[in-house]
């Protein structure tokens, strides 16, 4: 397997350092990317980070900054210096803030700017939650309508659902990226996860990275987990 196809980005959703290292140092980060999201980094800090990324792992800083332009541009700034390999926002934070966050990294060196992408619609949502808040939209409008602001934010691309990326391929230009969380086997429990597809079926939707946590960090056999998942992109 060749780095342009990891295509597994495995998230470390761990309470501990020593879990998130112990998993880590049995995974290859030719076979898979890496994700730390809020608990993990609000737990072990920006060393952990940076000791993930000396092992040679392409890290996803997961911590959806949604604040003022100012902040957020700053924020992402500094997860650049931190050498991950992607970081996001949230789109619902609106233009300004996108396009602040682009500019504060835009003038580094493309081995030292981080891919910058915006989550739309959590895949925890349904058109019910979305009501809950004032949006009176279905997800999938939802999503179309802000991953068409992040490209216009000049942002590389959008978290979505797998449901959605077909949509999205047809509207967004061709290296826009997608990335799709929710991604569960037959075999697997959906556990709070509403929208959600195979990895075959999100790869053939035009998903390009997948990220997947419980079904390999919980397996018996996470190694096993990955290379299974692993497989079934290849035959997508």
Known sequence: MTKDENRIIVALD???EAKALALAERLNPKHCRIKVGKELFTRCGPHLVSALCARDFDVFLDLKFHDIPNTVAKAVAAAADLGVWMTNVHAC????????????????????????????????????????????????????????LSAQAGLDGVVCSA??????RGLMPEDFCLVTPGI???????GDQKR????????????DYLVVGRPITGAADPLAALDAFNLAISRA
């Open 163 to 168: 449901a959605e990326t077909r949509a999205l």
């Open 93 to 148: 934070g609106g233009l300004q803030m996108m396009t602040a966050a682009r500019e504060a990294i835009a003038d580094r060196e493309s081995d030292q700017r981080p891919l910058l992408i915006a989550v739309t619609v959590l895949t925890s949502l349904s058109a019910d939650d979305l009501i809950e808040v004032g949006v009176q939209k279905t997800p999938e409008q939802q999503v179309l309508d802000l991953a068409t």
């Open 14 to 16: 761990f309470d501990t």
């Open 184 to 190: 569960r086997r037959l075999e697997d429990a959906a």
């Open 196 to 207: 959600v597809v195979g990895p075959a079926e999100a790869i053939a939707n035009g998903s």
